[in-house]
């Protein structure tokens, strides 16, 4: 068979409203998604039109078809790529987190930010305290230390300028 003359834009929107419900009805019954189904349909026309010039207008059908069960084959793959991918990412980051290095360096810091909250002037540390570990806000410190906010507040930024000073980090 030979192939016909140019497939044009009337060709594609005669094609698309003949099939257009039974690809997505084709494909919705393969996926039980209508959103994916829908985009997978808007996609079989893309790849018709952009083989526009090679298509045989009556075996069209078979085209569309075909097209709509490779790309929903190709996006589920996609998907189990991306999964594993994810998986494999997770297993690296909880081999990582779980290395005695990884444990040692957190035992480490932690040896050295109580050292530095330890060596904190008591007011400061105080205020710290209470705001970091006890999750108390500026005010509610500032009415146990019968204190005003901003007297809290500058003890906080000292603690924190201190702390940021000994350890190099941002808190």
């Not at 068979?1 to 494909?27: A, C, H, I, P, W």
């Not at 009556?58 to 929903?72: E, G, H, Q, V, W």
């Not at 806000?137 to 300028?161: N, T």
């Amino acid at each position: 068979m030979e192939v016909s003359k140019r497939f044009t834009k009337n060709d594609l929107k005669e094609v698309y409203d003949q099939y257009f419900e039974s690809l997505r009805g084709f494909l919705y019954y393969k996926t039980g998604d209508i959103d994916l189904s829908e985009d997978l349909v808007q996609e079989v026309f893309i790849k018709v039109w952009e083989k526009r010039d090679s298509i045989k207008k009556d075996t069209i059908k078979s085209l569309l078809y075909t097209i709509a069960n490779n790309l929903m084959i190709n996006h589920f793959k996609h998907k189990q790529v991306v999964m594993n991918h994810q998986g494999d990412v997770i297993a690296q980051n909880r081999t990582e987190l779980n290395s005695p290095q990884f444990v040692l360096e957190g035992k480490e810091f932690e040896e050295k930010l109580n050292a530095v909250i330890q060596s904190l002037p008591e007011g400061c540390r105080e205020v710290f305290l209470m705001n970091r570990i006890d999750k108390l806000k500026y005010e509610e410190i500032a009415d146990r230390l019968e204190l005003s906010v901003k007297a809290i507040e500058k003890r906080m930024s000292k603690a924190i300028g201190i702390i940021r000073e000994q350890l190099g980090v941002k808190i």
